[in-house]
């Protein structure tokens, strides 16, 4: 099974960008799908959360600025993620989870500068 993340970037504050993550290769349903980061010198943490049936969670920091959503026909994964702040400069890594294995994609980063 791969996790194929995309969409990171350089964005001014302010800023919006939109990560993708494409899993491949798995022969049982994905359920829960995710996003989370991890800030240099910071532990990796949870962002957002999606069930198969489409509902969401996010981390407080987050909240109103960032949109998860999921295709399942597409087996693909985004992360909306508007009016971005330095601080939420860091590696975004995605995560699928089958009944019976959880995945990690690679981690695609996110910069916010001016």
């Known amino acids: 099974v791969q996790l194929q993340a995309s969409g990171g970037g350089l964005v001014q504050p302010g800023g919006s960008l939109r990560l993708s993550c494409a899993v491949s290769?798995?022969?049982?349903?994905?359920?829960?799908m995710a996003w989370h980061r991890q800030a240099p010198g910071k532990q990796r943490e949870l962002v957002a959360v999606i069930t198969r049936g489409g509902s969401a969670n996010y981390i407080d920091s987050v909240k109103g600025r960032f949109t998860i959503s999921r295709d399942n026909a597409k087996n693909t994964m985004y992360l909306q993620m508007n009016s971005l702040k330095p601080e939420d400069t860091a590696v975004f890594y995605c995560y699928a989870a089958t009944t019976y294995n959880i995945y990690w994609g690679q981690g695609t980063l996110v910069t916010v500068s001016s």
């Open positions: 290769g798995s022969r049982f349903s994905i359920n829960n």
